[in-house]
């Protein structure tokens, strides 16, 4: 077995060619990995498994990269030896167009691979602002205002290719969406923050671009009132195609509604979801400058991520007032009202990063679950915050998600400590 001080020559090897050692731009939550590989070119899964078979037999710490937009999610983890980019596997495989499917390299920049798409007129159907790789979308799980109409991410992957923590290329599903047999890893590794195994290819379902848009917007003037208009939506006839609520701790809250389709068709339900939400809704075909904009970290400090039952949100928004009364602290709030994910911001310029304010609103929102029926997790939040609080608090399903790890990734070699309690 080689030490962690002398991997560079096997690594070397086992990426190609593609491996230096780490710096501190490399870093990931403090920890400045001593290696970094970019396996690159048509060869760059069996890199990977190479890679990772070096790894395991030498016990060393995986983290993947992919466009490192989401590197400080989920708890910093406990070891890091080697980063792992992705962005060398970027090839565009296959266009299905007419079966509306693509395989594209997980490396692949999500700008890039819409504007691959949008020749066809397809889309992949995640919010446009999104940034980043395929495969660091899959593993964050992140979905946009879209979800609402177009389902989670984990439906739109069809099929993976994946290499495991100890090397072993696996493949799942494949390019038709009409797939249910056997083990799902695309669908397993959504939202596993690359700490069961590395995506290297997916097969992604796609949908058509709109032909035309509308948003309808409406002041919303308190938490009951936002869970009324959420309900009407969901309830009604016009079938909206996402539902998403900006309500600042500082300022007016806002639920805005978007309607996808043919020009007359949304012409006409833009109207009667007018009618439906009420005293002040207007109707328009561009989007609030905030539309599809997650509180990011920079302005709105740290950021937890609420689920909740769309049912529950006067419940969940009433927790976000009473925590923020209790901490003196404006939260705002932002996400998709009518899927149940909401983003929660401690406050830009400085404030709401204080350990001890994060935990206070973290224990007040999570006394609260049981009523609104989710959980909250933290999602931004500089390292000395995440070191301090229990990043994902109490989980169901836990002895599942241990047994599925223990199963795909023995030794910890990917990502050690990032995901829930511990894994
Ligand atoms: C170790 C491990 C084991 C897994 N085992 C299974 C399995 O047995 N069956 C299966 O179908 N999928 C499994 N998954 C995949 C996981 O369930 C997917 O992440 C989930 O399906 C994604 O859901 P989502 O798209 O709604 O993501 P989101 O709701 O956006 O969640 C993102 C991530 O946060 C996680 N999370 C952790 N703590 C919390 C919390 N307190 N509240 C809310 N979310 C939390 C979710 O599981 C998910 O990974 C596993 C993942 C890991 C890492």
Not at 159 to 176: E, H, I, L, M, W
Not at 201 to 211: F, N, Q
Not at 232 to 255: I, K, N, T, W
């Amino acid at each position: 077995m080689t030490t962690v001080t002398d991997a560079l020559p096997r690594l070397l090897e086992a990426s190609g060619g593609h491996a230096r050692e780490g710096g501190v731009a490399d870093a990931v939550d403090g920890l400045v990995p001593p290696y970094v590989v970019a396996p690159t070119g048509p060869r760059a899964t069996e890199a990977v498994a190479a890679v990772l078979r070096t790894a395991h037999a030498d016990g060393l710490a995986v983290v993947v990269r992919g466009a490192g937009t989401k590197l400080g999610w989920g708890a910093p983890p406990r070891r890091l030896d080697v980063v792992l980019e992705t962005g060398g596997l970027d090839e565009l495989v296959e266009h299905a167009a007419g079966d509306l499917v693509v395989v594209t390299g997980a490396g692949r920049r999500l700008e890039d691979l819409q504007r691959d798409l949008a020749g066809a007129g397809q889309c992949l159907a995640v919010d446009p602002a999104r940034q980043g790789t395929v495969g660091g979308l899959v593993a964050s799980a992140d979905a946009g205002p879209a979800r609402l109409g177009r389902g989670p991410v984990r439906d739109l992957v069809i099929g993976a290719t994946v290499v495991r923590a100890d090397g072993v290329v696996a493949r799942s599903g494949g390019k038709v969406v009409k797939n249910v047999a056997g083990y799902d890893l695309g669908k397993l590794l959504t939202g596993s923050f690359g700490t069961l195994g590395v995506l290297t290819r997916v097969a992604l379902r796609l949908h058509p671009v709109a032909e035309a848009g509308a948003w309808v917007t409406v002041p919303v003037a308190s938490a009951r009132h936002a869970s009324a208009l959420v309900q009407g939506v969901l309830h009604a006839q016009v079938v909206a195609d996402a539902a998403e609520l900006d309500r600042p701790g500082e300022g007016r809250a806002q639920l805005a509604v978007r309607l996808d389709g043919i020009a007359p068709g949304v012409a006409a339900r833009a109207e009667q979801t007018a009618a439906l939400l009420g005293t002040g809704a207007q109707v328009s075909d561009t989007a609030p400058a905030w539309w599809g904009r997650d509180l990011d970290a920079a302005a709105h400090g740290v950021t937890l991520k609420a689920s909740y039952e769309p049912a529950s949100l006067a419940v969940l928004l009433e927790a976000v007032d009473d925590a923020s009364a209790a901490v003196g602290l404006p939260l705002d709030v932002r996400g998709s009202a009518a899927v149940g994910t909401l983003t929660v911001g401690l406050g830009g310029s400085g404030h709401g990063s204080d350990p001890a304010q994060v935990a206070a609103v973290l224990a007040a929102l999570r006394g609260a679950a049981d009523r609104f029926g989710g959980a909250v997790v933290v999602r931004d939040a500089p390292a000395a915050v995440r070191a301090a609080v229990d990043v994902w608090g109490p989980v169901r399903g836990l002895d599942l998600m241990r047994r599925v790890k223990e199963r795909l990734d023995p030794t910890g070699v990917l990502a050690p400590g990032r995901f829930v309690g511990g894994i």
